[in-house]
């Protein structure tokens, strides 16, 4: 896979949902960029049910905003009302994602994860044994596969059916000028269900990351794809 993406850093996490077999490349900690907001969503959500509540008017608003179109001033408003990095950093101890931190102040963009890290943040969306609600993880579904049209790229790439639920984020760092460009989501591909993240950096631009994310996208679900039937025909 490294010739795919030559002096970029990247790491991939793909998980069958079925049997719970997990592909992993690198380990690295990476930039959130906008991935994060499914993260402050899930955070969102789950203070609200510790609270007894349903979210207010303006929050599924804002929230809506900040997965379907990538919103940044409504993800900075829900970051604050979540209690920034500290209520983020809380919240993913109970989703069980050990490997990301929140970014300081109020620049939720540099919260730090890993590609694991976020097949747990997906299982906790997707999957049935989580400490979101059913409700909650179904709102954080339906909008995830309501993204606006330009922003249906990344892991999509690898699916061959059904339909995809997503949130990609991209990034130009002010120092280096390079880009951060990631994608994760739920995909349907030769009958299977995965759950898959693509963490990248050092891109010259987001058009020639999101190139990379998506090559990267389809050899790895083949090669996992095609390393499943191996193992279920021995």
Known sequence: MTALFGDNRMSV??????????????????DTASIVKVDILATLLLQAQDQGRRLT??????????????????????WT???SAPGLDAANDRLGLS????????????????????????????GDKSPLSEASRAYIQDLMRHVVDSQTWGVSAAADSGTTALKNGWLR???????????????QRDGRVYLMAVLLNNCSTQEVGISIVEQATRASAAAFSRKLREESTT
């Open 99 to 126: 490997q990301t931190q929140g970014g300081e102040g109020t620049v939720w963009g540099i919260t730090q994860t890993t590609a694991e890290d976020q097949i747990r943040l997906l299982q906790s969306v997707f």
């Open 13 to 30: 996490a793909m998980l069958d949902v079925e049997s719970g077999a997990m592909a992993t490349y690198g380990h690295d900690a990476f």
């Open 81 to 83: 009302r979540i209690g």
């Open 57 to 78: 008017t303006e929050e599924r608003a804002q929230s809506a905003a900040m997965i379907q179109k990538s919103d940044n001033e409504s993800t900075s408003a829900l």
């Open 173 to 187: 760092r002010t120092q280096t000028k390079k880009w951060d460009v990631n994608s994760i989501g739920r995909i």
